[in-house]
């Protein structure tokens, strides 16, 4: 008997840009997704988009969640699905015959709840707080164990590749090329020309960093926050530099 399978499933990263409707104005909201497109067409034309709802205090019904559908679509892009949030959501994806996808739903509990990182780092410590000066190298070492050494990726990452370093940081020692995508969620180092995109603090991390030494980028992001290339003033493209997060804002600034 032929046991061998016609086709192979895999799961892994998947490159679904995430909408999170703030204001529910389907009009604002389609010309701002049209924008988007028109900016930047080889990144966002025909892109696969799950659209969350967990920023709104009510779900919206289903008349108008299908007139942003269609929105979105004859915006250029592709709503594939919704972001799992509440029972009422769940319905509605029903009632849409979209699936729900969770775990961009659970990625935005972790951003928008800053206090919730610091118990799980503390929770594995052992000791209770009397053996705390006692052994002080000790109540540190938990916090070091839970980061993992950083991936390094030696060989040229090409157009349709993706490499995600989970909880640590990536550094690509040669080229990233155009079409390809770097993922880390530490920071994101990249010793040679950068030409596709590179995205760090994945889960949140708003203390990552992007370095680089030639700056081509299609699309660079730092916990949600992007820039794509027509963004980007000229004079920056092809030189050395790093990209980081302040006051919400994305600040790229060359290195020489």
């Known amino acids: 008997m032929d046991f061998e399978l016609a086709g192979e499933l895999k799961i892994g990263q998947v490159g679904i840009a995430n909408l999170r409707i703030r204001t529910l104005d389907v009009a604002r909201l389609t010309e701002e997704m049209r924008g988007r497109v028109q900016r930047a067409p080889k990144l966002f034309a025909r892109a696969a988009v799950v659209i969350d709802f967990g920023g709104l205090t ?50 935005y509990e972790r951003d928008e709840q800053a206090p919730s990182p610091a118990p799980t780092i503390r929770e594995p410590e052992p000791p209770p707080p009397p053996k705390a000066a006692k052994s002080a190298p000790a109540a540190a070492a938990p916090a070091v164990a839970n980061v993992a050494p950083g991936m390094i990726q030696s060989a040229p990452v090409r157009s349709g590749q993706q490499i995600y370093a989970e909880n640590r940081d990536l550094t690509v020692l ?18 040679g020309p950068l030409r596709g995109r590179a995205l760090a603090g994945a889960k949140g991390n708003e203390q990552a960093r992007i370095f680089c030494r030639e700056f081509h980028a299609e699309l660079v992001a ?35």
């Open 174 to 191: 040669t080229t990233v090329g155009a079409g390809a995508e770097v993922i880390s969620d530490g920071s994101v180092h990249i010793y």
């Open 58 to 107: 009510r779900t919206p019904d289903e008349t108008t969640a299908r007139a942003l559908i269609e929105g979105l679509r004859d915006a250029g892009v592709l709503p594939v699905a919704l972001a799992y949030g509440t029972t009422e959501i769940e319905r509605l994806s029903e009632a849409l015959g979209l699936p729900l996808l969770a775990k961009f739903r659970a990625s």
């Open 222 to 256: 730092i916990a949600g926050h992007y820039k794509v290339m027509e963004e980007i003033p000229k004079e920056l493209r092809g030189k050395a530099v790093q990209i980081w997060l302040e006051d919400q804002q994305l600040k790229i600034a060359a290195q020489d």
